[in-house]
């Protein structure tokens, strides 16, 4: 770590010894105060992007959505009755969410006249229709000729949509992404979001030293460069995935921020907790929002797993974006901050363990007189049986082995000899290995 970084831990543990709080930057104490009033503006980034007419011809929103005149930067949607951030991504991602598949499924389209502020979608019993029997006349007729506004009216205790969902509101992505490094993880995590329908690869931005990887990803329609200051002025959300040992560099070789811009910082490095990212990030920002995930490769098949914990300065808004974002590429789980290393030893290298049995699984078949390519199938197929089957079945996966091994039978000679050789003692070290490295890259 650089001279910088050196005096700013010096200047850190003073602060933690004193019980005050230090601004990394400028080596100001940093009231309580002022962290709240920080976190707060955080709360509220202006949008400017505006509804576009050609959005009104796109088979997978035409149908839906309503522009609204006095609020351009804003669209309506019909079914689910409440307001979406212009933006196309935005509207593609709203397309996919359940509570919008079930109301065009259940409900009637509704268009507001513009000024009507409808701020829920509210179920009211059908006995109670006659007391809003005004209240609909006379937006009706202050209503445009095309415009009419319909108020829906259901028999909640028949509905079987819960005071929860009817308040949950719509969580959706930043309008422009950037990734700080482009190696596997980035990748999978990119062409998962691709995928899903989640982000515009016009409005994503990735850098890389060398053009090894960004080729990977330019006939994606991805922006690449080799700057990184360019990826961190021009996004909402900035993707950290260099190495562990080059990321205090690259932070370094970072400008300032406009006052103005303060991007959503999430990490996927190892070993590197939320109290260093943002000691490290505050050089760029005050008050820089983190959020620590722990992703594995998987995702690109949106079959991954992935665990986040929130920084001091990001908001629950921050949260509720990156749990839209990342179950959408396979399970999510928000855990505090003390197991993100554990989840590195299990999900983060987990595969690599799974690949090797897999390897040595088809090895056995052809060793025993199957061709590759279905030993290797079979092999395959099997891991993905079992671990459907402990996802779905809820049984613990010892009960599921004793299920398969038949008195006297092949499976539990087998078992035997896996037991001999130490397969449990193997996977059970080989968590706990890499849980202890991930800690110790964090300490360099």
């Avoid at 982000?199 to 690449?224: E, F, H, W, Y």
């Avoid at 993707?239 to 103005?260: T, Y």
């Avoid at 035997?416 to 300490?443: F, P």
Wanted: net charge neutral; with cysteine; charged share 25%.
């Amino acid at each position: 770590m650089g001279k910088r970084h050196q005096a700013t831990d010096d200047q850190e543990t003073h602060s933690e010894e004193s019980g005050i709080k230090t601004d990394a930057r400028t080596g100001k104490r940093l009231s309580e105060n002022k962290r709240r009033k920080i976190k707060a503006e955080n709360d509220v980034i202006p949008y400017r992007r505006k509804f576009c007419e050609k959005w009104l011809h796109l088979p997978e929103v035409r149908d839906w959505i309503y522009p609204l005149r006095n609020e351009p930067m804003v669209v309506w949607c019909k079914f689910c009755k409440t307001k979406i951030r212009a933006h196309l991504t935005d509207l593609k991602v709203h397309n996919k969410t359940l509570k919008h598949k079930r109301n065009v499924g259940s409900l009637q389209p509704e268009i507001p006249r513009d000024g009507f502020k409808v701020e829920h979608d509210i179920h009211v019993p059908a006995s109670s229709k006659d007391v809003f029997a005004d209240m609909v006349e006379d937006h009706e007729d202050e209503a445009d000729s095309d415009t009419k506004v319909v108020i829906h009216f259901s028999d909640v205790e028949n509905s079987d949509v819960t005071s929860t969902e009817m308040a949950e509101r719509e969580v959706l992505n930043p309008a422009n992404i950037g990734f700080i490094g482009c190696g596997n993880m980035a990748q999978a995590l990119l062409k998962a979001f691709v995928k899903e329908g989640l982000v515009d690869p016009s409005q994503v931005v990735a850098s890389a030293p060398s053009d090894r990887n960004l080729s990977k990803i330019r006939p994606m329609g991805v922006k690449t460069t080799n700057d990184n200051n360019r990826v961190v002025c021009e996004s909402d959300m900035v993707f950290l995935c260099v190495k562990p040992h080059l990321l205090s560099d690259v932070i370094e070789g970072l400008d300032p921020l406009e006052r103005n811009h303060n991007p959503l910082f999430v990490s996927v490095i190892t070993g590197f907790d939320l109290h260093t990212l943002e000691q490290m990030l505050s050089s760029l920002v005050d008050g820089p929002r983190v959020v620590r995930t722990m992703p594995n490769t998987p995702c690109m098949v949106g079959q991954g797993c992935c665990v986040y914990t929130l920084g001091s300065y990001a908001t629950a808004g921050d949260g509720s974006v990156m749990n839209s974002m990342l179950k959408s590429i396979g399970v999510c789980a928000h855990v505090p901050e003390y197991q993100i290393d554990a989840a590195c030893g299990l999900a983060g290298s987990g595969p690599a363990y799974i690949y090797a049995a897999i390897e040595a699984l088809a090895d056995g078949g052809v060793k025993m007189g199957l061709p590759r390519h279905l030993a290797q199938t079979l092999a395959a197929q099997t891991v993905k049986g079992a671990a459907t089957m402990v996802l779905e079945t809820g049984k613990h996966p010892g009960q599921l082995k004793d299920e398969v091994c038949s008195p006297g039978g092949t499976t539990i000679t087998a078992m035997h000899v896996l037991e001999r050789n130490g397969l449990r003692n193997a996977l059970i070290s080989a968590v706990e290995a890499s849980t202890t490295r991930s800690k110790e890259l964090g300490k360099h």
